[in-house]
């Protein structure tokens, strides 16, 4: 195990009939709240009533700022940092599911500097002070409620960036399952995937070799968002189900996995990142069509690392560390077939002549996230084993 | 999955050559530090000197409150509160174990009141305000360090009773596996048989019979604990195993474990603290001499979970769920053995005639922790089955 700081402040309130918290614990941090939603689905279902009346009640003044897309863009954040500004807002409220977060996050950061908040993004400023955050989450995906970190696409340069900073933790978060009831198949599928990425990220870049406690861990979240998922799929009104994938999504991505593994890496999101700058994937089905090109190239370099995953994960117990390790990637495999999430790019309608200029741009993101082991060449190889 | 709210919001500095930090992290918080350790042993080993140099380098003015025992006792708090309010002191810094650190958050909770600070153990008063805590951990057992929990026994009375309050989580926790490598190999089984204790108490009395991502981190955890012992006690200065413990003792009850499961019981330490306050034990040998009987008396009530817990800790997949049941609770009682834990109250010399004596000593926590489901008669059953 490597030294590691771990400190999540995020309060978490999980459960039923917790929404209605909301405007109490914004109210905590700031009276006049810019509130960040996406396209309106909050309107259909309800959430957005119980939100802003819960923020009313607490004695909130509401700023709108709506229409956050998936894989959300620099523009809009810049629009919500300037309305943040005009209005004097001293807290956020993100409602809404990964990208809303991100997007808030964005905002958190940038109303309370001069410069364009894209300076943070290209490590070219770093932040300092951030508005508060409170958030009442939509979808079980990116972890961003629990976490310091948020991705934003400047569609000027086709960049999709990301980066963490412990200013961005929100202060509390609110998790009802109930609240994910309505997601459909293929958004409930791509978020079970994001959250597997996560942990597979760092279960088979981390640079120390043996983190067994971790290990466990991450062996578990993975067995559970697959579980879990399934069970969704099966019943989507499941509201254990939805409880259990909800609650795994975000122990995927909350520092814990991470915490003593040393360098990790996010290859899978980095290459993933560049698909959706360019063809606006879903972030979940980018990384289902990924990853396993991804590990198949990397399991001859570390059969054992990818057999202990096969034997914890999926039970494979028998044969060599390399049949076993190729046996677990089929597994995983399979798995996001039997969901309905692509396991090629091809499945994305991307053609092979693509790759140089994906590559191209991808690698401008492992610049920036100084992944130095990936060099064009490299990636390209990658891509070529999603085809 | 119940509701619930997770907030935890220690700072964990983990690793090598963390300890220095102690007087930077300690003077966030205030100047005049009230110091609290134990017997003395870190004056053998220099810690003492390493946390009072960085203590001294950071500007802080020091009252010392060694001399914390085992078991810490309720007359040694009240000279520690004491001695905090004399010197007007407004942090205090534990460097210990987890008595250690349970009996700085008992003055951390009196030193800002008028009445006894018992009061607050028997519920007669609440915690309001309490002096803020860092620590520097030297036994990985009892997951004080992360959590808000603290026990202190009343001599006069013979009673050892424990609560949690949200006020007494400690601000920042320095963890150097390092620093434990001097523990003793008994200390060391007790430790890690406490940390097994914390998982298992939850694992078998959670009122949510469902809960499939708890169950894959608390049986992780176990797995963790029984591992890494065995690797400590096989090579006493095995860093890794060591940090392996350490890491796996403060997740097994920072919260994580039991948020979702609804209401959870601590039965085996209702019991043992009993053990302690009469016989002075140490509380994890005290727990491995309850934890085989209870399993025992309680399996056939809950043939399926112990069978999960014998299959998913031990491997164990032959048989029917009582059998298999039967077989892991041999298993876990074969490495108490192993690792020298007492497996019964006789190997602590404790007679049969004492049993409705401690009993009795039980019920009045039981009271206190509002464990209606426990009477004299099943406490004493429970005894029987552990002579």
Known sequence: MQNFVFHNPTKI???????????????????????????GSIKKNGLYKEVTQSLGAAGATITEHGGVQSNPLLSHVQVGIQ?????KCDVICAVGGGSVIDEAKAIC????????????????????????LTTVLTLA??????????????????????????LLFP???????????SVPADYT???????????????F?????????????????????????????????????RADLMWTATLALNGLTGAGLGKVGFPMHMIEHSLSAFYNVPHGAGLSAIIPGWMRYHAATKPQRFSQFADRVFDIRKGSSSEKAEEGINALESWFKAISSPTTISALNIPKEDIPK???????????????????????AVLNNCL
């Open 205 to 241: 870049t981390k640079e120390d070799p043996y983190t067994p406690v971790q290990d466990r861990l991450m062996e578990g979240l993975v067995i559970n968002a697959m579980e879990s998922c399934n069970r969704v799929l099966n019943t989507p009104n499941d509201y254990q189900a």
């Open 83 to 87: 309305l943040a500004k005009d209005n």
């Open 189 to 203: 599928a791509y978020g079970a995937v994001d959250a597997v990425a996560h942990v597979l990220e760092f279960y």
């Open 171 to 181: 202060k509390t978060s609110i998790l009802d399952p109930a609240v994910t009831c």
């Open 141 to 166: 995906a990116s972890g961003s409620e629990m976490n310091s970190g948020m991705v934003i696409t400047n569609e000027t340069t086709s960049q999709k960036f990301g980066f963490a900073n412990k």
């Open 109 to 132: 950061a940038g109303a309370t500097v001069q410069h364009d908040v894209w300076k943070f993004f290209t490590g070219k400023k770093s932040i300092k002070s951030t508005l508060p």
């Open 358 to 380: 994906i590559a191209e741009n991808a690698l401008t993101l492992a610049k920036v996230w100084r992944m130095q082991d990936y060099d064009s060449e490299k990636i390209e």
């Open 13 to 39: 309130l999980f459960g039923k009939n917790t929404v209605s918290s909301i405007g109490e614990e914004t109210l905590l941090f700031g009276k006049n709240v810019l509130l960040v939603y996406g396209s």
